[in-house]
């Protein structure tokens, strides 16, 4: 049964369709609109709707911050594999201008990138990547700038806390 699930997990169909369920994605308004079958592309969008307006009828800013959380952490994850630790460590935005209408995120890994991540963490020390994302109007017109600050090791042996 894990094996069957984990090979749905790899399939980047199942998985766009299992984040568009994603409760807090959903409730926010936010959606998956392409992941890249080698995971180093997904694109989100996230349009204006009364739920994530603010009193200035645009688009509120835990809204388009949110709309940036796991993406960058599961391509990497995917990347990597199960033998690595991937957690958010940091993240800030930088309001550009008001949002309207039908706003996109684009994120995105090249395969340089990918290499540096196994690279700089082959001897189980830790690396925090950073990564920009640039969420755009319709118009494509940058709205925002997102920094992520992603923490990437290695797993290593477990110390029992029993034993201390």
Known sequence: MRNKIIHLLNKPLTVKWMMNLYRPLRAAGIRVNYI?????QIDV???LKLSNKNIHGVHFGGSLFAMTDPFFVMMI??????GYIVWDKAADIQFIKPGR?????SFTLSPEQIEDLS???????????????????EHNDVV??????????KKGPQ???KAL
């Open 159 to 161: 110390i029992s806390t």
């Open 101 to 105: 209408g039908t706003v996109r995120a």
């Open 45 to 47: 969008c996230l349009k």
């Open 36 to 40: 890249a079958s080698d995971y180093r």
């Open 77 to 82: 994850s995917y990347h990597l594999g199960p």
């Open 119 to 137: 690279r700089y963490t082959s001897e189980g020390q830790r690396y925090l990547p950073q990564y920009t994302v640039h969420i755009v109007d």
């Open 144 to 153: 925002a700038h997102v920094r992520k600050t992603i923490y990437v090791r």
